[in-house]
């Protein structure tokens, strides 16, 4: 929702795309949104201060008053029936975006989701991967793959994560 971002991205995909300045969350509201130095970390969550951030340093240079409304409106004012695959990567707000979309989840109009999963405080008061996860999993949606994994050492900390929603059971092959 970044007017600057915004900006740059109508000017190179506006003449094949649809683009909409706004932000999705789980309200309708007005938002502060944290920009800083380096723009894919813009948030509608401050950096978490923990000592687990490997970006706990970055410098937050600006921030702008930014519109947010849910999904489920969004998709509703816009005469949008079906979903193939959503994909939310909001800097750690990702959870209040899917609970933006519950109507759309819950009724089969989002048939995939494509999401960021956090394993790390990056962002204070994101959810965690897990409760990400449990709220997918509620909305029989089941994970098919983890994708793009960022590493901290050994461990994961963060990566892209695949859901499709549950379909009627298909046979299985056997050979």
């Known amino acids: ?10 000017g190179k995909h506006g003449d094949v795309a649809r683009i909409y300045n706004i932000a999705l969350g789980d309200r309708a509201e007005t938002r502060q949104l944290s920009k800083f130095e380096l723009p894919v970390m813009n948030s509608l969550l401050p950096m978490d201060q923990s000592p687990d951030n490997p970006f ?27 979903v193939d695959l959503l994909k939310i990567d909001t800097q750690g707000f990702d959870l209040n975006v899917l609970r933006g979309a519950e109507k759309s989840l819950a009724s089969g109009v989002i048939l995939n989701v494509y999401i960021e999963l956090n394993f790390v405080p990056i962002y204070a008061g994101q959810f965690s991967a897990r409760e990400i996860d449990d709220f997918l999993v509620a909305h029989d949606f089941k994970l098919v793959d983890l994708c793009e994994k960022g590493r901290m050492g050994a461990a994961i900390g963060w990566c892209n994560a695949l859901y499709t929603k549950q379909q009627a059971a298909s046979p299985s092959l056997s050979g």
């Open 1 to 10: 929702p970044s007017s600057e971002e915004f900006s740059v991205l109508a």
């Open 56 to 82: 706990r340093d970055m410098k937050q240079i600006a921030s702008e008053q930014v519109e947010v409304t849910t999904l489920d409106r969004f998709l509703e004012e816009n005469s949008i029936r079906t």
